[in-house]
Antibody, heavy 121, light 106 residues
Framework: QVQLQESGPGLVKPSQTLSLTCTVS??????????WSWIRQSTGKGLDWIGN?????????SYNPSLKSRVSISGDASKNQFTLRLDSVTAADTAVYYC???????????WGQGTLVTVSS | VLTQSPGTLALSPGERATLSCRAS???????LAWYQQKPGQAPRLLIY???SRATGTPDRFSGSGSGTDFTLTISRLEPEDFAVYYC?????????FGQGTKVEIK
């Protein structure tokens, strides 16, 4: 059974770096034709796709252009985890952050439960 | 940009719900998905590829459409169907989501 779990600080100061880890169980992040994704949802608002990583053999990344200059996603196959880093955060980055498995044509079938990150001094 | 309508749909259990999602440009390969989200929960995939049900999606949920106009239909609303529904296009990068349609009890 595929499961994803986000972890990381719930409070980040403005201008600092937000770092979240998604721990995957039930499948290896380095096998299969999957992309490992981050999505966020501001309080009471809709969903924003942040980016994803493809980590089978070669590694490929794709990021939302609106965040591209500040975001990076990396994978650690030995720990079966992938990590989101978002630099220079502001209050506008306050959101629930989800990790998910992107199955290409089959969309985002598996999601973590989400973790709230608040940007505040 | 994905535009969902209506913003809120007030219906009674047993009624039919029709939700619309319109894209500002053609969705490549009809890679359009629908998700259901309840308060405090992650979105749940219902439909992918515009019309294919995800594993575990009841058959009262159906998706249709192509190009720029897509529809999610719930044939007979069950109490557990009252939630917010999002469409997502994943055929063009960046992937984008609609703003959501809330289906509430009338």
């Amino acid at each position: 059974q595929v499961q994803l779990q986000e972890s990381g600080p719930g409070l980040v100061k403005p201008s600092q770096t937000l770092s979240l880890t998604c721990t995957v169980s039930g499948v290896s992040i380095s096998t299969g034709d999957y992309y490992w994704s981050w999505i966020r949802q501001s309080t009471g608002k809709g969903l924003d796709w942040i980016g994803n990583i493809y980590n089978t053999g070669s590694t490929y990344y794709s990021y939302n252009p609106s965040l591209k200059s500040r975001v990076s996603i990396s994978g650690d196959a030995s720990k079966n985890q992938f990590t989101l880093r978002l630099d220079s955060v502001t209050a506008a980055d306050t959101a629930v952050y989800y990790c998910a498995r992107d199955q290409g044509p089959l969309a985002l079938e598996y999601w973590g439960q989400g973790t709230l990150v608040t940007v505040s001094s | 940009v994905l535009t969902q309508s209506p913003g809120t749909l007030a219906l009674s259990p047993g009624e039919r719900a029709t939700l619309s999602c319109r894209a500002s440009q053609i969705v490549d390969s009809n890679f359009l998905a629908w998700y259901q989200q309840k308060p405090g929960q992650a979105p749940r995939l219902l439909i992918y590829g515009a019309s294919s049900r995800a594993t575990g999606t009841p058959d009262r949920f159906s998706g249709s459409g192509s190009g720029t106009d897509f529809t999610l239909t719930i044939s007979r609303l069950e109490p557990e169907d009252f939630a917010v529904y999002y469409c997502q296009q994943y055929g063009n990068s960046p992937q984008t989501f609609g703003q959501g349609t809330k289906v509430e009890i009338k």
